[in-house]
């Protein structure tokens, strides 16, 4: 297979896709990524857009966690829900120039993990408080249920 005229494939290189994937796994294993505190990801145009996310845990099973999160999205300024799927506990929001997602996940015992991912704005920090905020304003929702030692990562 010929690469695109101006796509700038690698294609003709050996090894530089494995070379590239080991060098970003390395990077993002760097910078924490692992312990799902920040993912960098990389369009096709070849710039960096910087993703922060801060989650929690809730001593509720998702069913019961699910709508009241969404509930405190909706609480938040200048916010739109673009994508809303209930059966997988996953809403992605538009706020202000900023993208959140919100997701569940089932983690036994009757438990939940509340993960919040913030990606564009103006500034990962920002981004990385954002993340943080709307963390803390959940687990407030869910009072004595939510660990709120792992809402501040």
Do not use: K
Not at 76 to 85: F, K, P, R, S, V
Not at 126 to 153: K, L
């Amino acid at each position: 297979m010929s690469p695109l005229p101006g796509r700038g494939s690698p294609a003709g290189r050996p090894g530089a896709i494995a070379g590239a994937t080991l060098a970003v796994g390395l990077a993002l294993a760097a910078t924490g990524c692992a312990a799902g505190v920040s993912t960098v990801a990389a369009s096709s145009a070849h710039t960096a857009t910087r993703y922060r996310s801060a989650s929690t845990h809730v001593r509720l099973g998702t069913g019961d966690v699910f709508a009241p999160a969404v509930a405190v999205l909706r609480t938040l300024d200048d916010t739109e829900i673009t994508d809303l799927d209930a059966t997988a506990h996953r809403c992605v929001a538009a706020v202000g120039d900023r993208t959140l997602t919100l997701r569940v996940i089932d983690y036994g015992a009757g438990g939940s993990r509340v993960s919040v991912t913030v990606g564009r704005g103006s500034d990962a920090a920002d981004n990385q408080a954002f993340a943080e905020r709307v963390v803390r304003e959940i687990c407030h929702a869910f009072g004595d249920h939510c660990d709120p030692a792992t809402s501040q990562r």
